[in-house]
Structures are given as structure tokens and as C-alpha cells.
């Protein structure tokens, strides 16, 4: 176990992570995933994000060495796509029983692995350590070894017991097998002044089958993608790549960073999801191999094919933008590439509601993935009712947002599209930012809304849900209005700028004692908005609910901050 | 009579079996108000989540006591104490049910005891209704962390009823088994309604889980039972408990308050549905409803058109026991070989299932033995779907999870209506297979073609 906690700790030293750079070293000890709190905690564990980070492995044999829970409650559960083998779908565990606790594992861990090898004759297993084995001090370590030596393949041991930490640490920790027991153990056949790694694309719905034609084209070769559609051989060979293109860098940038320690790798972090983006990243990719000594005409024809795989997807949102006049999109989402698609959406002519990352910039932009993060748990953790009000307020024709927060849009008959890990349409490159397009259209001109939100025949319209919803939220509105403690209490718990902590309370304050009326004041006295500014539009949503008066009732929004 | 065997492979593959703290948080689901809590790490909480979230298709609560692996060598009472008082100021529940995973098993919490110290020195909590069940994931099954959920909530939640309380002729408790959906108890309801009984439910899916859209907005389940109604079931004149796994919960209905119980080991065909029909008709007093008369027609001309398709066929079953117990004895009733059967965890009922072997196994060797019998029917959860393509025989998807179809909820298997739908269902599918993929041939009698693509495979005959 103690090397696994040195392994952690290794982890969350990432030099890599401009956010991490800035800490102290105590605060670096700490690790960069706060404390979950029990009773309130939502998403996976460290075993679930190794799983989700090496999953994707086609042709691997995924072990999961633990109690029936943690495979048999979630196998074959991923949309990534595979080009060949589909052993990846196939769950495997050792599905421990009361005898194992007692006796140990280990011994069923090495039988299991003996079974998988004679019957699928995978060319890896990958083992995943789970809490109740770490707990009785099965070494997965030791039996990897020896079974790798007994039946001479690769059997590597993945150490993230979902106890550790939350899924973020374990794509980490699946990074970190990576790196110790796979990259670099092999020899590609031939290399390329072409060879490329790309790092943290999954392949999910088959999305980097939207960009690797236009690699193809440009003779640009994926050496290894890590792990989207990924053979065992090809990362095993990655680390004769030229160049590397990092796409979720909270999953996997110790991958990279090491990559280009060890094997002088260079790397940037981009994304295919938005035209921009699209074109940004092959430019950097271009420019990388160039670097490495790709001859020079690469980039020519890297622009060239830019340039026509632009006017070809304009062209084709074209027609959607008489359409989409006027429409506007609330984008909340926990998923960082949505950012790199609200470019796309406003130049289809939609706007962008409850967001204010319109005029943002490259900076901005990444200073908003940053803190995304928190922002969209907050959504998370809203209430159905203050959902539907924040819809209904932000008065919106579309949300755009991870499956969580899915059927409050659809029970509230609105427009809701999918544009997390779940969804089932690709939206990478160029084509997929059309694919995107189309489904806005589709969802939002569905006659169906219209027979959803008919109110049923022995309904007054007075009473409906909505009605209710909306009733109940100005009742507890009128409520604090009422009580002047619990009334400060509210003002005082309600986070406005996450960034600059700054609570509700403070703003209203300072509102009232400088008479302030902009967004620009409530900066200088506050410092709210100081950050990613995010939470600029509720500080206007503030300012348009408060003309004068402590007392009204919140902004939508702030519903959501508890 | 059946030899029930139990793998004997270290490695399971492709499993059939959930683990016993989701089917355990599941019974909670059915109470009104609710908030089920899995004492574990973060992770046992969020597989079973997003099972439920990808089965139902509707937001689903479910907390988890959030557990370090600090945490868990130390023991897990503050975690407890933590999200018992952070679910019970935040989401306002009317009832918390806790059940324990494998890593908090493993410690052995002693979570009983972690609950009257929180009672103790938490005022506020001293009555509220808080309901625990040891479930630890490497033992039993889904199906077993129902069973064990739904009994402890009678011995904690019912009360036993005064002396000289009259009993109310006219109401019946119903225990379902987690094998029926929402669909099923709806169907229930209304037939025992039709009969002038008053039935309650524990656990109620069909009131949370029914994918209706709220009235109210709460965070917790919306609809089941309430924990008041659950109180007052010592008064019902009658207990139904459907499916074997709910004979222990009957039984600590009628232990705690004289509630006597029937149990119905099937609802899904015709001499079931008889006796369901039957025993509803003496209790209430009541002639059968000419709607029932009718329905029963329907089933038996449903079993005289569909007889041609389903008997013969060779059956692979794989699922939890009474949901095995009761598809395999229909389709054995309507000529069906069930050639396979696999199922998750012991049971008295595997013994009279109509097949030589059931076994305790997962879907490798329901694959494998479904291919080795040249079966030509299967039948499963959804995750059989990568088996049923490389078998290449019709798949009709039963119990749970069901994630890659819509509609889960409502599958109906129960009574004279659902039980007919069902042979249809299952009918219409062998029809398709016969047409897509067994058409005769000019070459299909072929003496020395046996083999050639497009005929039909060799009946066994028995």
C-alpha cells in the first residue's frame, strides 16, 4: 500500500498543471480533489476512472479483481468504439466470496488470469485492484509479475482501489500503469516523420473516426491513441512518436508530461471539438512534426486542407442560421469541450444564455475549463424545481448538458441535447460540429414540445407543476423575506464568485452602501468576476433583480449555489 | 426435478449477477420520500446509479456515505453520522435505508450500534425513521439484498397492531419481489381493485419509478409508500407475497402482526394467473369480473396461436431466480424446451425448475452451453446482447438491467393480459427469426447438405 500512496502523492505533484504549480507544498500534499463529503457526494470512484481511462484498450483483457459490484454492476457500460477485437466488452472478474476474504485472493486472481489466457488469448490483461482486496492485502503487484512470467504476456497491474480518490485520480493512476508497465516495453514495426500520439481521447461513439481522415490525408499516422480504439502493441510502441496532442488534460497529463521527459515527446494540449479548435490543433500538430523534422510543405498542405474542411462545414450550417435566429442555448455541462463548441453555436446564429464565455479568449477559455469544474456540480446539485425555474428565467429554447441534469430539461418539455461522455452522437471535427448542428435543429423544431406542454384536460392551468414550482419558490423567496436572520444566513451562504469567494451578502453590501450599478463596480469593490468572470451574468442577473432593495427575491441562479 | 450446480471457474465472465447492496437500495426506491444510502466508497454508489439511471431513464436518488480508504480502516461512523445529517437536512427524506457494501463488511462496521449513538447525540434524529440491512457485495445476489431490505422493513417500519384492532376485511398488503417492474405492479393494483380490495405495496415502484412526471420537487423518490402507510399494514386482512424471495418478509409480516400470508410463487401464466385469480375471488368474496373472464380467453386463444412457434423451441434462460422460475415455467408451459438455465443465487425454487441442471454461474456459460445445445431462443437481461449476436438466435430481453431498450418499466409478465402480451412478444420474435433467417430452400432438403446456410438446425427430440 505504501507505494501506491507514493504513487498518489507522485500524481498530484504535476508540474504539468499550471493550477497545481501555483500551490503551496502543503496544499500540494493535499492533493487537487476536495474532500468528498458524505451524504452529498456524487460521481465515481478511483476505479471507475482507471477503468474508464484503459477501457478502451480493444483487444485487452480487463480484469476486475474485487466483489461482484464493481464489474457486475457496470460492464459494457462505455460508448467507445472499437475497429477491431471486442474483447474490451467482455467483463471479466473474479467475483471474490466470503472464503477469498478469509484466505486471501490472490490465488483465484492468478487461476482467473490462467483462465482468461486459455481461453481468450488476449495479447495483455489488464488486473484492477479494487477496495476489498487492498483492505485484506492482496498483492495484485506480485501475482501480475508472476503470472506474466508463468505465461510469458503482459499481465499489468492497474492500482487504483476506488477508496483512494474520485474518478479523476484514477485516470491518473491508469496514466501511471501506463507508463510503468506499457509504453515503451515494444518496437513499432517502422516509424514516420508523422508519428503521432494522441492522449485522453476515448473514441467515445466513434468521434475519432471524424478526425483521423483528414490525419490520413495529410500522411500524418497515429502511432498510438491513448486509449480511444487502442491496440496493446500500439502503446506499447508509443514512445517513438514525433509529437503527441494532450485532448482532456485533466485525465491524462502525466502521461504526457512524462511521454516528453523520458522520450523527448513534445506535446500541447488542444481539442477537435469546434471548428476553431479543429483547425487550431492540426496547425499545432503540423507545427509540432515540423519541429521534429517533418519537412516544412506539411504545413502548406495542413492549411490547405484547414481551409477547405472550414468552407465546407460553414457552408453546410449555412441553412441553419434563418432557423436558429433568435434561438438561444443554455450550455451547462461538467464536461470541459462544450467551451470549444459555443464559437460554433453563435456563429449558426444562436445565442448563448446563462453563460459568458462569448467574448472570451484563448486564456479565458482555459481559464473557464478551470473552473468549470465547480460550476457545473453546482448544477448538479440543484434541485428539478430550481432547474425548472433557471429554464424557464434563462428562457431558453435549448439546453445543451451531461446526462445528469436530462430529465429535469425533458420533464420540463424542453429541448435538451446531450453533450457529455453519454451521448450517443459524435461531435468531433469538422463533420461533427455539422452533426451538432443538425440535432439542435431537430430537437428544437420537434412538434412535440407543443403536445407536452398542453396541459391535460382536467388540468387548470393554475395548478399545474410548473405553476407549483414557480409558487413554491416565491413562497420561500417571501419567506426569508420575512425573517431578516435566516434572510442574512441565505445572502451569507450563497457563493456567487467562486473564483474570488465572494458571497451573495457582500455583493448586495456593497451594492447598497456605493450606490454601485455595473458589473465593472461590483469588480473593483468585490473582486467578484475578478476570475474567470463566469459569474458575470449573475452579478447582472443581481443587479436587474435589485433595483434598490435587499429584500427581493434571489436571482434564478443564485437558487443553485447552495 | 432439477440439480442445481455452482461454477466452478475462478473468473466470471461477462457476469449476470448485481450485487446484493443495489438490490437492497433498490426496495428502498419504493418507499415514499426516500433517500437510500450505500455505506461503502463513492464508486459502489455510482455503478448502481447510473444501472438504475440507464434502466429507468429517470433521475434516481441514491447517497453514498462517501468512504476514504482512511475512512475505512478506522471505521465508518463519521462518515454515517456525516451523511445521515447531511441527507436529512439537505433533501428533507421522511426515511434514510442504509445498506453496507463489501469494503465496509470487510471492517465490519458495526453500523447498528453507529445508529443508536447517532440517535443519541443527534435530537433531532431520535425518531426518525432509519432502516439498515447488511448487504455485503461478496455474498448473495441482487435479488438476495431485496429480499433482506423488504424483511427488515416490516420488522422496523410495521407496527404491531393493538389488541382488539379490527382488521379491515377489505385491505391487502403486497409484497412484491424486485422481478416485477412498475408495469407489473400496476397491473396488480388493478386487479386486486377490480376485486374491491385495497391493496398497499412495500416496496410501491410503481409509485416512484413509473416514469410519471412529478407534482411535487423533491430530491428524494417521488411516490411509493409512505413510511406511515408501511406502520399501519398490521391492520390488512391479508398478505400476497409474490415470488419466493418474499417469503421472509411475509413471514415477519405475520410474525409481527398476525397477518396471515399467501404466497405466489408465479404470476405469469395461465394456471398461475388461476390461482391468483382464484384465491382473490374467495378473499374478497367477489365473482370474478367479467373482465377477467374475458382476459382469460385471450390468453388461451394467445397460447393456441403462438403454441406453433414457441413449442419445440430450445431455450437458454439466464436470470435471478423467481424471474427465472417464472419465465422458464410459462415457456415450458407452452412447449418450450428450457434446455439452459442460469441464474445468480440459491433458491428453493431451482430445484422444480423444468430442466435437467440450473446453474449458478454468468453469461459465459449461458453463451456457451446455449451454443453446445444449439439453443434457438435466449432469454436475459441486457446484457446478453453480445452473446444473442454471436449466437445468432432471437433475444427477448427480461429483467434487469434493461438499458438498451426502451420502456423497462412497463414490461408486463403478470396476470391473464400480461402473461399474453409476453407470448406474443415472444412469439412474434421467433416468427421474425424464422423469416429472416430460415426460409426453406431449394437446397434445404438437400440430402447431403445438412450444413448449407439457411436451413433449419436439428430438433432434438425428447
Known sequence: ?562 | MAKVTVGKKACAVNPLKMSQPIGGAFAFMGLRGAMPLLHGSQGCTSFGLTLFVRHFKEAVPLQTTAMSEVATVLGGYENVEQAILNIHKRTKPEIIGICSTGVTETKGDDVEGFLRLIRQNHPQLANFPLVYVSTPDFKDAFQDGWEKTVARMVEVLVETPGTGTRRDPKRVNVLPGCHLTPGDLDEIRTILEDFGLQPWFLPDLAGSLDGHIPDEFVPTTIGGIGVDEVAAMGQAAWTIAIGAQMRRAAEAMEKKTGTPFRLFERLCGLAACDEFIGFLSEISECEVPLKYRRQRGQLADAMLDSHFHIGGRKLAIGAEPDLLFDLSSMLHEMGAKVSVAVTTTQSPVLERIQTDEVLIGDLEDLETLAKAGACDLLITHSHGRQAAERLGIPFHRAGFPMFDRLGAGHALSVGYRGTRDLIFDIANLIIADHENNHQPTPDTWRIDSAVAPGTEPAVALH
Open chain 1, 1 to 562: 500500500m505504501s507505494s501506491l500512496s507514493a504513487k498518489i502523492q507522485d500524481v498530484f505533484n504535476e508540474p504539468g498543471c499550471g493550477k497545481n504549480a501555483t500551490k503551496s507544498e502543503a496544499e500540494r500534499k493535499k492533493g487537487c480533489t476536495k474532500q468528498l463529503q458524505p451524504g452529498g457526494a456524487a460521481g465515481g470512484c478511483a476505479f471507475d476512472g482507471a477503468k474508464i481511462a484503459l477501457q478502451p484498450f480493444t483487444d485487452v483483457a480487463h480484469l476486475v479483481h474485487g466483489p461482484i459490484a464493481c464489474e457486475g454492476n457496470s460492464w459494457d457500460n462505455r460508448g467507445a468504439r472499437s475497429s477491431g477485437s471486442n474483447i474490451w466488452r467482455t467483463g471479466f472478474t473474479t467475483d471474490i466470496n466470503e472464503t477469498d476474504i478469509v484466505f486471501g485472493g490472490e490465488k483465484r486472481l492468478y487461476k482467473a488470469v490462467k483462465e482468461i489466457i486459455e481461453k481468450y488469448d488476449p495479447p495483455a490483461i489488464f488486473v484492477y485492484q479494487t477496495c476489498v482486496p487492498a483492505m485484506i492485502g492482496d498483492d495484485i503487484n506480485a501475482v501480475c509479475k508472476a503470472a506474466s512470467e508463468k505465461f510469458g504476456k503482459p499481465v499489468i497491474p492497474v492500482n487504483s482501489p476506488g477508496f483512494v480518490g474520485p474518478k479523476n485520480l484514477g485516470n491518473k493512476l491508469a496514466g501511471e500503469a501506463l507508463l510503468d508497465h506499457v509504453i515503451g516495453t515494444q518496437e513499432p514495426d517502422y516509424t514516420t516523420p508523422y508519428d503521432i500520439n494522441i492522449i485522453g481521447e476515448y473514441n467515445l461513439s466513434g468521434e475519432l473516426w471524424q478526425v483521423k481522415p483528414l490525419l490520413d490525408e495529410l500522411g500524418i499516422r497515429i502511432l498510438s491513441c491513448i486509449s480511444g480504439d487502442a491496440r496493446y502493441r500500439d502503446v506499447a510502441t508509443s514512445h517513438r512518436a514525433r509529437a503527441a496532442m494532450m485532448v482532456c488534460s485533466k485525465a491524462m497529463i502525466n502521461v504526457a508530461r512524462k511521454m516528453e521527459e523520458r522520450y523527448g515527446i513534445p506535446f500541447f494540449e488542444g481539442s477537435f471539438y469546434g471548428i476553431g479548435d479543429s483547425s487550431d490543433s492540426l496547425r499545432e500538430i503540423a507545427r509540432l512534426l515540423i519541429e521534429r523534422g517533418a519537412p516544412d510543405e506539411l504545413m502548406a498542405r495542413t492549411e490547405a486542407v484547414i481551409a477547405r474542411e472550414e468552407a465546407k462545414a460553414w457552408a453546410a450550417i449555412e441553412p441553419y442560421k434563418p432557423r436558429f435566429q433568435g434561438k438561444k442555448v443554455l450550455l451547462i455541462t461538467g464536461g470541459v469541450k462544450s467551451w470549444s463548441v459555443v464559437a460554433a453555436l453563435q456563429e449558426a446564429g444562436l445565442e448563448i444564455a446563462g453563460t459568458s464565455v462569448k467574448k472570451s479568449t484563448k486564456e479565458d477559455k482555459e481559464r473557464i475549463k478551470e473552473i468549470m469544474g465547480e460550476d457545473a456540480h453546482m448544477i448538479d446539485d440543484m434541485t428539478p424545481r430550481e432547474m425548472y425555474k433557471l429554464l424557464k428565467d434563462a428562457k431558453a429554447d435549448i439546453m445543451l448538458s451531461g446526462g445528469k441534469s436530462q430529465f429535469v430539461a425533458l420533464k420540463a418539455a424542453m429541448p435538451w441535447l446531450d453533450i457529455n461522455q453519454e451521448r450517443s452522437h459524435a461531435y468531433m471535427g469538422y463533420v461533427g460540429m455539422v452533426k451538432l448542428m443538425a440535432e439542435i435543429d431537430k430537437a428544437l423544431f420537434n412538434p412535440v414540445w407543443e403536445q407536452l406542454r398542453r396541459p391535460a384536460p382536467w388540468e387548470n392551468a393554475a395548478k399545474n407543476w410548473q405553476a407549483k414550482a414557480i409558487a413554491q419558490m416565491d413562497a420561500e423567496a417571501a419567506a426569508l423575506a420575512a425573517s431578516p436572520e435566516a434572510s442574512e444566513r441565505a445572502r451569507r451562504a450563497k457563493r456567487i464568485c467562486n473564483c474570488k469567494k465572494v458571497d451573495l451578502g457582500t455583493i448586495e453590501d456593497a451594492i447598497a452602501a456605493h450606490g454601485l450599478t455595473s458589473v465593472e463596480q461590483i469588480r473593483q469593490h468585490t473582486h467578484a468576476t475578478a476570475g474567470c468572470s463566469i459569474c458575470t451574468f449573475r452579478i447582472e442577473e443581481i443587479l436587474a433583480a435589485l433595483p434598490g432593495s435587499l429584500n427581493a427575491s434571489p436571482a434564478p441562479l443564485l437558487e443553485a449555489a447552495e
